[in-house]
């Protein structure tokens, strides 16, 4: 089985998440969305809690017609995430399974830095998405699908800083997440 593993913080889940989602159901026996607890390379734990953000990514793919699934190991464990161990835990629960982890170049940029990082290159295939806004190569020695010419352009991180300033939406965030969001009062939405 070809499986596909996109992991991140999903802190909220956006249309570029949603565009990598599309793109990978395609291309994949089975998509795994893995939302992470804590990111050791963020200074802070996600905003939203973990099931918060499982809800949104339910809403998001409840309308594509794959096989894809959100699962909650990395939100169920305690502490930091570390994509190595999440790995170790895959191929167990699925042994004949190819792997291919997806990535956004803001998290290949600084891949270098992951706990073992070697090993997750040994362990799968590394499906790379661009962004417009980078100007990113991939060094050579990684095991790496670089898909330079994906368009999307979005971050949580400005998602949230617009919900503070009352700015539109509409433009990155589908209507069920944004109305998820606005009923949840999350991230100070007014």
Not at 105 to 121: A, C, P, S, T
Not at 157 to 185: C, F, W
């Amino acid at each position: 089985m070809k499986l596909f593993i996109f992991g991140g913080s999903f802190d909220p889940p956006h249309r570029g998440h949603l565009e990598i989602i599309k793109y990978c159901s395609k291309h994949s026996d089975k998509l795994l969305l893995i939302p992470a607890a804590n990111s050791p390379l963020k200074n802070k734990p996600p905003v939203a809690e973990g099931y918060h953000r499982i809800k949104m990514l339910k809403l998001m793919i409840q309308d594509i017609d794959s096989s894809i699934e959100v699962d909650e190991w990395e939100i169920n464990q305690s502490g930091s995430s570390y994509t190595f161990e999440t790995i170790q835990y895959l191929i167990k629960k699925y042994p004949d399974s190819n792997f291919s982890m997806v990535m956004g170049v803001d998290q290949l940029m600084k891949f270098h830095r992951w706990k073992n990082y070697e090993g997750i290159m040994n362990s799968v295939q590394i499906l790379g998405f661009n962004r417009d806004s980078c100007d990113f190569t991939p060094p050579d020695e990684m095991n790496l699908t670089w898909l330079k010419d994906f368009k999307v352009d979005i971050s949580s991180s400005i998602i949230r800083e617009k919900i503070a300033k009352g700015d539109s939406l509409e433009n990155d965030l589908s209507s069920s997440i944004q109305r998820y969001i606005q009923n949840n009062k999350l991230y100070d939405y007014q």
